[in-house]
């Protein structure tokens, strides 16, 4: 039967590969368990619709929803104001506004693609017109939007807790300490990096005279409570009990709805029309692939697959580090060619009882889960938040790749490495709120 999975394995891959839509590689991977692994598709069906009425998943689609409204509406730009008051005046300033936002966003939208597509279009064209080269800025702007994908409430960290039976608000919480340490990592290479450049200039607001500094400064401010305004209620409301998290992503795109049309005035009645069916359609390209990956992920638990990993890695180590090394590498690898959600869906259930037997926690390993494949979503072949920045940024990966790498091998990799060995930074703020 493992000669199966692992033909199973090997077609998912070459249809990865050969960029067939995400839904139809996965329902190929099925179709090919029921016909030669003999996995019943009736009870895989049922099984499959069962999973797709809870309550919890509600909140994907609800999250993407919030997330367009808020990359159409206003609220990035003046984040990125409220931002540029703090750090306007240092060489470099800029591109810390970049990471801190993406962070902000990422705490509204929990997605990674709302980053690069709600600051992008703003802040590229502002960091070109200080003198950063266009790949740098664009390079910034996508690897700091992965971001979405830690600060919480982060959507594959919902997908963690449902496939898993682990705590939500403790899988949101442990990845809290990574993403920090990843805002500071990134704002301290790209400060250093910022003075290596000839042609970079302060901003506008770092030049202008000191009278009317201040009076732009409170009005920016005042302007970005409405936008500030969210996270706090958010999180709050999460974090307090007030509400689900599938509550909190209705409260984000209800709330951030009204603000775009009254106060920022930047959402239009056609606009909003376009928003919703455009976030209708990705909503279902996303949820026929997550039946199919639940569907393929259960057949392979059903067949023993975990219990069979846990013997073949036993057999040829011991030896725990090493063990998490290969973990890691794995999943890194997964992160390269599917989706984040995906890879959370397919192998979660997959490698968890193999981490227990290793005496990790399922808190710890949901931030190791989260980091890894947050990773693989800025690195080739799949890179899809890349490709995305690379679209918004209108440069070519030629320019984009140098910057990319140097991000995620001095600034990332070693975010994965301390999340990995140091579980305090991933366990503190859940043993904190007793979740852990």
């Known amino acids: ?50 999973q797709m009425i809870s309550p919890i998943l509600v909140a994907s689609p609800l999250f993407i929803l919030a997330g367009t409204i808020m990359g159409s509406c206003g609220i990035a730009k003046h984040l990125l104001n409220f931002a540029d008051i703090f750090v306007g005046k240092i060489k470099g300033g800029i591109g810390v506004v970049a990471v801190v936002t993406c962070a902000i966003i990422g705490a509204i939208s929990g997605s990674g693609f709302t980053g690069v597509a709600a600051t992008g279009p703003i802040l590229i064209p502002r960091m070109v017109e200080q003198g950063y080269p266009r790949g740098y800025a664009t390079a910034l702007v996508t690897v700091s939007s992965v971001l979405g994908l830690l600060i919480p409430p982060s959507v594959i960290m919902i997908f963690y807790g449902w496939v898993t039976d682990t705590s939500i608000l403790a899988a949101f919480l442990s990845t809290v300490g990574p993403g920090v340490l990843i805002v500071i990592t990134f704002s301290i290479i790209n400060l250093i990096w910022a003075h290596k450049f000839p ?50 992503a209705a409260v984000a795109g209800v709330v951030s709805v009204p603000i775009g049309f009254w106060v920022y005035k930047e959402l239009k009645k056609e606009k909003f029309v376009s928003i919703v069916n455009e976030s209708a359609v990705s909503i279902g390209a996303i ?18 697959v975990p219990q069979a990993l846990i013997e073949i890695l036993f057999n040829v180590t011991t030896n725990k580090v090493i063990l ?81 790498m140097v991000f995620l091998l001095l600034g ?13 930074l991933s366990l503190f703020l859940p043993r904190l709120f007793g979740l852990a």
């Open 412 to 424: 990332y990799v070693p975010i994965v490495i301390l999340t990995t060995f140091w579980p305090s």
């Open 1 to 50: 039967m493992l000669t199966i999975v692992a033909l199973d394995v090997i077609l998912l891959v070459v249809l990865l590969m050969l960029s067939i839509p995400l839904p139809y590689c996965f329902g190929g991977a099925l179709a090919f368990m029921a016909i030669f692994g003999g996995a019943s598709m009736k009870s895989m069906m049922l099984w499959g619709f069962n």
């Open 287 to 304: 949820m026929t692939m997550i039946i199919f990956t639940l569907m393929l992920s259960q057949t392979y638990v059903l067949l023993r």
């Open 199 to 248: 042609n970079v200039s302060l901003g506008e607001i770092a030049t202008t005279a000191e009278i009317d500094l201040k009076q732009r400064n409170m009005k920016r401010i005042i302007r970005a409570i409405p936008a500030l305004s969210l996270p706090v209620i958010i999180l709050g409301g999460i974090y307090g009990g007030i509400f689900t998290p599938t509550e909190a």
């Open 324 to 404: 998490l090394i290969i973990i890691n590498i794995f999943l890194f690898l997964v992160g390269m060619i599917v989706n984040d959600i995906t890879g959370m869906i397919l192998v979660a259930p997959l490698l968890l009882p193999l981490v227990t037997e290793l005496g990790i926690s399922p808190v710890h390993f949901a931030a190791i889960m989260g980091v890894n494949l947050a990773m693989g979503g800025v690195t080739p072949p799949y890179a899809s938040i890349l490709y995305l920045g690379m679209r918004i940024g209108k440069c070519e990966f030629s320019e984009i790749l140098k910057p990319t």
